[in-house]
T-cell receptor, first 110, second 112 residues
Framework: GQQLNQSPQSMFIQEGEDVSMNCTSSSIFNTWLWYKQEPGEGPVLLIALYKAGELTSNGRLTAQFGITRKDSFLNISASIPSDVGIYFCAGPNTGNQFYFGTGTSLTVIP | DVKVTQSSRYLVKRTGEKVFLECVQDMDHENMFWYRQDPGLGLRLIYFSYDVKMKEKGDIPEGYSVSREKKERFSLILESASTNQTSMYLC???????????FGSGTRLTVV
């Protein structure tokens, strides 16, 4: 199946720094989902977006649904060590299946 | 919150064994999915089901089958396990009204 283009592939940042990552698609989506996955665990839903231009926050996390409906962004402010993990985006296609981003691996250096 | 429960966190099986991976969700969701996750390959869809006794092949169904006898339970079956089926297996269910996909904790399967 199709994969969404997600960048960057990995990030190494100092504790306290802000983080930005994004996903792009060649197709228009009506929903964008952002997940975090820690080693050995299943992905956990962080934020769901439903409208173009929508900006939604969950604590220090903020995600935006791009105006073109072909992209989405996730920002993490003031990173802390427990933010470590792999973040990926997902979007449903018309067949009730999902496309997934390739993932951004985040390492936070204390 | 939706709870998706996978029966085993870790499994070690021998080549040729028949393997059952069980998944249960508690929110009456119609759509359920089985993925495998491998480094560098991301999440790949094996099978999905949009209702009881209904199933559809995903991108990589070969070597797998599924069973959905009850709405809350979606089972993945490896008919004859092979070493290339060593992977992390993730079950998920989808909420129809919001489109949100919730995952289980995963089963790390090793076939030796």
């Amino acid at each position: 199946g199709q994969q969404l283009n997600q960048s960057p592939q990995s990030m190494f940042i100092q504790e306290g720094e802000d983080v930005s990552m994004n996903c792009t698609s060649s197709s228009i989506f009506n929903t964008w989902l952002w997940y975090k996955q820690e080693p050995g665990e299943g992905p956990v839903l962080l934020i769901a977006l439903y409208k173009a231009g929508e900006l939604t926050s969950n604590g220090r996390l903020t995600a935006q649904f791009g105006i073109t409906r072909k992209d989405s962004f996730l920002n993490i402010s003031a990173s802390i060590p427990s933010d470590v993990g792999i973040y990926f985006c997902a979007g449903p296609n018309t067949g009730n299946q999902f496309y997934f981003g390739t993932g951004t691996s985040l390492t936070v250096i204390p | 919150d939706v709870k998706v429960t996978q029966s085993s966190r870790y499994l070690v099986k021998r080549t040729g064994e028949k393997v059952f991976l069980e998944c249960v969700q508690d929110m009456d969701h119609e759509n359920m999915f089985w993925y495998r996750q491998d480094p560098g390959l991301g999440l790949r869809l094996i099978y999905f089901s949009y209702d009881v006794k209904m199933k559809e092949k995903g991108d990589i169904p070969e070597g797998y089958s599924v069973s959905r006898e009850k709405k809350e339970r979606f089972s993945l079956i490896l008919e004859s396990a092979s070493t290339n089926q060593t992977s992390m297996y993730l079950c998920a269910s989808r909420e129809h009204s919001t489109g949100r996909l919730s995952f289980g904790s995963g089963t790390r399967l090793t076939v030796v």
